[in-house]
């Protein structure tokens, strides 16, 4: 287990511009499935700061964030590892790096954006894009399941379990800086919930009427405009089950790795993009590293990496 106050240096000759720094969250307890707890400590021991350090993005792994393992249900084990990790991701941005959050399952986008808005708040709003097969908004009266991976998106807006959405001394997103992309599983209470807010949502079949290209511009347009930032959060089990079968929740009819990748790639020109996050990557639950090796490859095209990343299977 690697202490959270480790840090790993980079080169001498890679400390120019501005740097990514990992944080990983290895806790899958907001899950049915607690695998992709597993996800963080997999993709560092297969190299992704190397990776993309080898393709001109200077990235180094801040630490590693475990959930305690005293906590008595998920809740709690969630809200005290957003907590730790909302604290975390304001120095990283007050050194002027980029957050990139590993998780773990989805819940700990509360601590991810929590935080991030946090350290923007003298200059202005976060916006979100939310790339998702899921809304991930329910709330303690709505959630049929009561696991928190279905609740980040109502705690950033300010609905839900207390203790969740009083992290980060409460902060919360605009919805109408947040845009959804990729809805295809959701449950009528949550999609209430954001239709009050009016919180955009792009679910499947307008992305394949006006195509991928056309969302993404909309999206960004939502988060980033008027936003003292933008973040990105990328749930895996958006993508199709054929291109990302090492997820916990697969949901069939997602998006194509081929058309996200160029879609993504818009991002990397926008120097208002204020943190990344990736997850519900299982490794266990994957197939031939197929999953594990799509990680990188989104990260790079999202940061505008050099091409020919080395692929290196999970």
């Not at 001109?56 to 008595?72: E, H, R, S």
């Not at 790339?131 to 705690?155: F, N, V, Y």
Request: net charge neutral; charged share 20%; hydrophobic share 45%.
């Amino acid at each position: 287990m690697e202490p959270e106050n480790q840090q790993h240096r980079l080169p001498r000759r890679v400390r120019r511009g501005r740097r990514i720094e990992f944080v990983g969250i290895a806790c899958g307890t907001g899950a049915p499935d607690p695998g992709c707890g597993d996800a963080p400590e997999t993709l560092r021991r297969n190299g992704i700061a190397e990776m993309l350090t080898a393709r001109g993005i200077p990235a180094l792994w801040n630490a590693t964030l475990y959930a305690d393992p005293a906590a008595t249900d998920p809740c709690s084990a969630v809200s005290g590892i957003c907590e730790r990790l909302a604290l975390r991701v304001p120095d990283i941005v007050s050194r002027g790096a980029l957050p990139v959050v590993l998780g773990g399952d989805h819940s700990c986008a509360i601590g991810t954006w929590k935080g991030i808005a946090q350290a923007l708040a003298p200059r202005g709003s976060l916006g979100l894009i939310w790339i998702d097969a899921h809304m991930d908004a329910h709330t303690l009266e709505t959630t049929p399941s009561g696991r928190p991976h279905g609740m980040p998106l109502a705690c950033l807006l300010g609905y839900g379990a207390p203790d969740l959405v009083t992290i980060g001394a409460g902060a919360r997103l605009d919805p109408e800086k947040v845009c959804l992309i990729g809805v295809r599983s959701f449950e009528a209470g949550e999609a209430g919930l954001l239709r009050r807010l009016g919180v955009r949502v792009i679910r499947m079949p307008e992305i394949r009427r006006r195509g991928l290209a056309a969302v993404m511009h909309e999206a960004l347009g939502i988060a980033a405009a008027g936003a003292a930032g933008f973040g990105v959060t990328l749930d895996l089990d958006a993508l199709d089950p054929r291109d990302a079968p090492g997820v916990g929740s697969p949901v069939a009819g997602g998006i194509r790795a081929h058309e996200l990748l160029p879609a993504l790639e818009p991002l990397a020109r926008n120097t208002a993009l204020a943190g990344v996050e990736i997850v519900e990557y299982n490794p266990h639950l994957d197939r031939d590293g197929k999953t594990g090796a799509l990680v990188p490859e989104l990260l790079a095209v999202m940061l505008g990496a050099r091409r020919g990343v080395q692929r290196r299977a999970a």
